[in-house]
């Protein structure tokens, strides 16, 4: 499927209801109100094409760069590439997407590294979001990294961007799923940090309360 097939299909799947829907998550850029099923039904008929990717990135389309972030080949982006289309993040839905992108790529914890301190919303999003990536699968990573990152949740937390807190509650929730003692130290993290306050804006979503959510979740794994 070339550029302009992809653009004509995402024109013809859009409806009024879902910009209604992305607007009200912040998406401000021009969209054709692509839903994330008739998305995923593109990703799958186009599989990988870095090629197109980086066009339909390149087109300012919301949807199109939802579409980009699925069809890219995560080998393919290079370290400038990713920081580029970091510094063009505007909303928190193609920042989440972009974040699952930054994941399937071999940079997760030199971005995350990188991008974590940075005072721009929603790539600071992006950096704690992948944090949540490397709690999953960084064997390697002892427990003292993970135990840095809780310091730094509990002191920077309360002061950091909307979406930052949001990614930030996420990383500790993930750091203390990762095993019995960082379980013991994100619980005692989260009790010191207290409420986490997150504007959902216009829709009905919930910042997840970081204790019971990690206890449920390791007692769903201990009986499954």
Request: proline content about 3%; overall charge positive; charged content about 30%.
């Amino acid at each position: 499927m070339n550029y302009r097939e992809t653009m004509r299909q995402l024109r013809s799947r859009g409806t009024a209801q879902n910009r209604k829907v992305y607007g009200r998550h912040g998406v401000g850029r021009p969209m054709f109100g692509v839903s994330y099923a008739d998305l995923g039904k593109l990703e799958k008929a186009i599989r990988t094409d870095h090629a197109l990717a980086l066009k339909l990135w390149e087109s300012g389309n919301h949807d199109a760069c939802v579409l980009a972030t699925r069809v890219a080949d995560p080998a393919e982006m290079t370290s400038r590439q990713l920081d580029g289309w970091a510094r063009e993040l505007d909303s928190y839905v193609l920042a989440d997407a972009f974040s699952v992108l930054v994941a399937r790529s071999g940079l997760v914890q030199r971005k995350f590294e990188q991008w974590r301190d940075r005072k721009a919303e929603f790539v600071g999003q992006v950096a704690w979001n992948l944090l949540v990536s490397l709690t999953r699968r960084a064997d390697e990573l002892p427990d003292k990294y993970f135990e840095e990152q809780l310091a730094t949740i509990e002191r920077e937390v309360h002061g950091r961007g909307n979406r930052v807190r949001y990614s930030m509650n996420l990383a500790l929730i993930a750091i203390g799923m990762r095993n019995a003692a960082l379980e013991k130290k994100a619980i005692a993290a989260a009790r010191r940090i207290g409420p986490i306050a997150v504007d959902h804006g216009e829709t009905g979503c919930k910042t997840p309360d970081p204790i019971p959510y990690i206890k449920r979740a390791k007692a769903q794994k201990r009986t499954s």
